[in-house]
């Protein structure tokens, strides 16, 4: 029986994996889905909702497994998908943080009150911005979030926009123009984390624990060679060697199990992202939590 695993660059653990041929020696039936070759659907605006496509193609045929941040777990729970944790990464808190123009006159996080702020919007970036803004006793509403891809760097140094939730490899090309409001550390983990559906879960347990053991496995292959793995990146997604390495160097790599601590913490941004009407109902992140 067929076994879909998605993957894209974003999630860099998946990606290695699916280039170096680790998985197939256990799971034999894998079969790749690249997400940038899955329909692409509606973004929402940023002060409206939030992208579900990665939850939306576990259950729609597209895959059986995925890697990504922390948000859209939080948002397929959101619309009903009854998903479930594998494992979670090691804090990423390294990969990056919010950022100013370094001669803003932004000099804290209250100072962004109807100011422009880019973001992927939809990926950990909305996470992080909400908790910044909450602990600034600011709410979403309170700023007007841009949702920027490849462009966001251009956007916060042409000043059009005022901050920027900026990530690595992206960020080490402007980082000399750059001044820092909020690091991630001690903010927001800021996670990798891996889920499927749960009835895959418990009908095919044995293909999950095969597709974890892979990761570790490849995951500590990269921790030892990061200038090989970068190659893997820049030779099909673009940018340098140098860029890529220097950002697979700043993240953890491994698979851990669920905490109450992360649990706690993905509640926390699923009830902001339900007061800021970013999802349509409350839920409970601990639901999708079981032993496998």
């Not at 948000?71 to 998908?81: D, F, L, Y």
């Not at 990464?89 to 390294?94: A, M």
């Not at 251009?154 to 960020?171: F, I, M, T």
């Not at 500590?220 to 190659?231: D, F, M, V």
């Amino acid at each position: 029986m067929t076994v879909r695993v998605g993957y894209f660059p974003s999630n860099n653990s998946l990606w290695v994996l699916r280039h170096r041929g680790i998985l197939e020696k256990s799971l034999p039936e894998v079969e790749w889905v690249d997400l940038r070759d899955l329909p692409a659907g509606e973004r929402p605006s940023p002060t409206e909702g939030l992208p579900s496509l990665h939850g939306d193609h576990l259950f729609d045929g597209g895959y059986d497994f995925i890697g990504t941040g922390s948000t859209p777990p939080v948002t397929a729970q959101g619309k009903g998908h009854d998903i479930v944790y594998v494992g979670v990464s090691g804090s990423r808190h390294e990969n990056g943080r919010l950022v100013t123009r370094a001669d803003s006159d932004v000099r804290t996080v209250a100072d962004l009150k109807g100011r422009k702020v880019a973001l992927g919007h939809g990926s950990w970036q909305t996470t992080l911005l909400l908790f910044a803004l909450d602990d600034a006793g600011l709410a979403w509403s309170d700023i007007v979030p841009v949702d920027a891809g490849v462009d966001a760097a251009r956007l916060l140094l042409d000043g059009e926009v005022d901050a920027w939730v900026g990530s690595y490899p992206s960020l080490s090309k402007v980082e000399d123009r750059t001044r820092t409001l909020v690091e991630t550390d001690g903010l927001f983990s800021h996670r990798s984390l891996w889920f499927t559906r749960r009835d895959f879960a418990t009908e095919r347990p044995d293909a999950v624990r095969a597709i974890v053991a892979a990761l570790k496995e490849s995951d500590a292959w990269i921790a030892e060679h990061p200038r090989e793995a970068a190659e893997l990146f820049a030779a099909d997604d673009g940018g340098s060697v140098d860029d890529w390495e220097n950002a697979l160097r700043r993240r953890p790599f491994g698979v851990e199990e669920v905490t109450p601590e992360f649990v706690a913490e993905q509640q926390r941004a699923a009830d902001l992202f339900h007061a800021a009407g970013l999802i349509d109902r409350k839920i409970t992140v601990a639901d999708a939590v079981i032993r496998i």
